[in-house]
């Protein structure tokens, strides 16, 4: 039966199940289209690196002989259209095949195809991930806690990745305490690699730059991979060069040094331009070659077979109701600040003037600043999520919304994490040096010149005391509330509730 194969945007890998076992008669689909480039406002990168990687993988499977229909900006609306222009053009496909699609609001689209066309429609596992969607759920089903720790221990025993028969290597599961050493201030980041853009990615960029000038980021700065060759040539560089000090320093933050020794590579990753399997035995290698550490080989596989496999399944057990979660019922407006990135806060400015610069920021910035920040004011959940789910080159549905709304924001009230992630300023002079060169003082939590965080985590804590009160991971930080007198206690509380009602002043 001739097919119409549809491959979406983030899944330009050769190895995907729906470019198995094509047929010379076959017709494979790309499209550019508005509701998938509009449904939030993506940065300018993220457009730009999809575009350009979406045109540069319809080039190569031509090269190889497939018959491809590709679609250019601003000639249908959604991918819906996109099917039935290529239908149209191809009238002898008699059935229609996709990989199962990263996000819940499009599948749900992709489930009305086999009716509106009245054709047969195929939709297959993306085996681009470890744990297939039923292995995952037979892992959740009966367990009252879904701990990320449990399910990463069946994958290293299910990949045999850094095993030892069944013992894990070096004895121990995970060396997350070796990953949280804080940086010398002199230290030099070693920056991912970059990439000049050639003739397909320039009139991407004319493109862009013509369609979403309003977008966040500038696009003369884009700098990253858009085809798989080059996505691992930018993989081997971290594995060569940033690697080795990645395991120390993977929760560090320096003034400046954006990346400091992360690979960004999650961009390559989840546009399917990387593969996981092959990442993995890369840094397996590494390490048994001796090039490596373990705490970093381990550190960097955790969050390849463990982290991100894990939310991967959650977010498919869990919609759609996880997406309208908001256990701390927080709703208060984002500040214009996490758009342009203008604040006296340090922290805040380098998270963000990252995510305006590279449509990235690293994992600490994402969940200790930006996100620490929004738990600790109660920022709205839907303007955050869809904030993160605009502005990061990485970001599809399945792997922000659970990174987000659940482990930053704790709104599924703890089914992710054991406890919320909030922190005071003092968890951020300690990770970095952003402190000393800021406007506000971290020692201080009252008075003009207080860091705002330090208020703001009492208050958090005296706000939500009903929801948090009785987690046993939180006692600690309840008792030194309680142990402060009354005074003091409203004099922070009220130094809060000014710093809250001036949030644009920051
Ligand atoms: C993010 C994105 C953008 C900006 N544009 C397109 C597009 O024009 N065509 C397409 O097929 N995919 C695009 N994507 C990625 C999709 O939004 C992604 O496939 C779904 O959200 C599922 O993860
Ligand atoms: Fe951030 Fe507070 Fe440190 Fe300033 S003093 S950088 S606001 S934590």
Redesign the pocket.
Known sequence: MPKLIVV????LSPALSSLQHLQPEDVIL????AE??C?VK?HKH??IL??SA?RHFAAVLKQQGMSVYYLQ?GNVNN?TSAVSAALQQHPSLEQVVITQ???YR?QQEIDQWSQHFSLPVQVLDDDRFICTLSRFSQWASGKKQLRMEYFYREMRRYTGLLMQNDQPEGGKWNYDADNRKACPSDMQQIAPLTFSADDITEQVKMLVLKHFPDNMGEVDNFCYAVTGKDARLAFMHFVEQQLPRFGDYQDAMLLDQPFLFHSICSVYLNCGLLDVRWMCNKVAAAYHSGAVPLNAAEGFIRQLIGWREYVRGLYWLLMPGYATENYLQATRELPAFYWHGKTRMRCMQQAISSTIEHAYSHHIHRLMITGNFALLAGLSVKQLTDWYLAVYADA???VELPNTLGMALFADGGVMASKPYAASGAYINRMSNYCQHCHYKVKDTTGDAACPFNALYWHFLHRNEQQLAANPRLALAYANWRRRIEADQNAILAKAEHTLIHLEQL
């Open positions: 979406l945007g983030d899944q790309l499209a550019e289209v998938e480039a449904y993506h993220k457009i999809l575009f979406m900006y991918m699609c990263g996000e499009l599809y549905e399945w």
